[in-house]
């Protein structure tokens, strides 16, 4: 079982509506990071958080340390917003906590 | 300010040669990260170095892969005796150290034929 688990795998969505993207992992974290990877492979970091909530223009992201669990969602979707979003925790543990363990991705798909 | 940089942006070449990958870090940035993406997979963890400390490397799949970085700029991997499952992107990331935001750069699409 991936230590990071993202859902769903794809999604698709008219512009407008309102998205999320969920991400649960099973060990102790320092932090979280949210990515964003356009077709082309650049990779942006949205945000990276420990606790609560963080909010950029439209995106949001939130935490759940207890649970273990974090959402990224966006309000008013556009189709520029089609890419793949990556969620990927920091360890913890005092050896290796540099160390980014990465999910396997959201292809999101935005139609007009 | 300049970003991450790699090169080059697309590598293809011959079963067995050896190839160097290139990164650029953002000025300042001690921490820098090199992860591998193979088509349709998450991205993995290959080595990490911070500053002047010996790197972690403990993400490389085999002794034909290294790395090395001179202080805190440039960074190259080295992989040789391509395979074909080397076939992937190569991605470099900085970060002014280890508990910050991650720059990444634009990637080198490696192609062993």
């Known amino acids: 079982k991936n230590e990071v688990e993202q859902s769903p795998q794809n999604l698709t969505a008219q512009e407008g509506e309102f998205i999320t993207i969920n991400c649960s992992y099973s060990v102790g974290i320092s932090a979280l990071h949210w990515l964003q990877q356009h077709p082309g492979g650049g990779i942006v970091s949205l945000f990276m958080l420990s606790s609560g909530k963080k909010k950029h223009g439209r995106l949001i992201a939130t935490i759940n340390i207890q649970e273990k669990h974090s959402s990224l969602h966006i309000t008013a979707s556009h189709p520029r917003d089609s890419a793949v979003y990556i969620c990927a925790v920091r360890s913890r543990s005092g050896g290796s906590n540099y160390k980014l363990t990465f999910g396997k991705g959201t292809l999101l798909t935005v139609n007009p | 300010g300049a970003g991450v940089s790699q090169s080059p942006s697309n590598k293809v070449t011959e079963k067995g040669k050896d190839v160097e990958l290139r990164c650029d870090p953002i000025s300042g940035h001690t921490a820098l990260y090199w992860y591998r993406q193979r088509l349709g997979q998450g991205l993995e963890f290959l080595i990490y170095f911070q500053g002047n400390s010996a790197p972690d490397k403990s993400g490389l799949p085999s002794d034909r892969f290294s790395a090395e970085r001179t202080g805190e700029s440039v960074s190259t991997l080295t992989i040789q005796r391509t395979q074909q499952e080397d076939s992937a992107v190569y991605l470099c990331?900085?970060?002014?150290?280890?508990?910050?935001?991650?720059?990444f750069g634009p990637g080198t699409r490696l192609t062993v034929l």
């Open positions: 990331a900085s970060s002014v150290d280890y508990n910050n935001e991650q720059f």
